[in-house]
């Protein structure tokens, strides 16, 4: 096992812990985005985008922790959000500046992973990380987004 992989499974359980707890909704989310923040060195910014339950075709931000967005509504197919939306696809991007459906953020983000959450079988929301660094994300990485994907989709 690769230490990142040890690592990654520690912070799955004291992720669990967060969502087993007795705060609501959004101080859960809120937690595991700090979780994913202050634990991981290559996560910058870290957030959850929900599908508007009125439109279906649109984002709109949730909790997050880093530098505030302007970006608090994408709509389905812009950018690396609103394609992993319309896709239902992780997208692992290793070089934004080679992206041309990109939405920046700030200059200093160098890569992102966006990972679509599944509420019965349907697109409901999505984990957002970006990262200052270049190309930082490994299959790891990946496998445990995808995970914690899976165990906050019962929120959305
Ligand atoms: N870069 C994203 C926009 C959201 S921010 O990363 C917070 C995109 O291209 O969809």
Redesign the pocket.
């Known amino acids: 096992m690769t230490d990142r992989k040890v690592f990654f499974d520690s912070l799955t359980k004291s992720i669990d812990e967060v969502l087993k707890s007795k705060k609501n909704r959004d101080d859960k989310l809120k937690t595991v985005c700090r979780l994913l923040k202050e634990n991981v060195p290559h996560y910058n910014?870290v957030?959850f985008y929900l599908v508007d339950k009125k439109k279906q075709n649109e984002l709109v931000l949730g909790p997050f922790e880093g530098e505030p967005?302007e970006?608090v509504r994408?709509a389905f197919g812009?950018?690396?959000?609103?394609q992993a939306a319309k896709l239902e696809k992780t997208f692992l991007i290793q070089d934004?500046s080679k992206e041309t459906n990109?939405?920046?953020?700030s200059a200093n983000?160098k890569s992102?992973i966006?990972v679509p959450i599944f509420k019965n079988r349907r697109i409901a929301g999505e984990l957002?990380i970006?990262s200052h660094a270049l190309s930082p994300f490994t299959k790891e990485d990946k496998t445990f987004l995808k995970k914690i994907a899976e165990m906050t989709s019962e929120l959305f």
């Open positions: 910014w957030g967005t970006h994408i812009k950018g690396i959000c609103g934004v990109y939405l920046s953020c983000v992102e966006v957002d970006d």
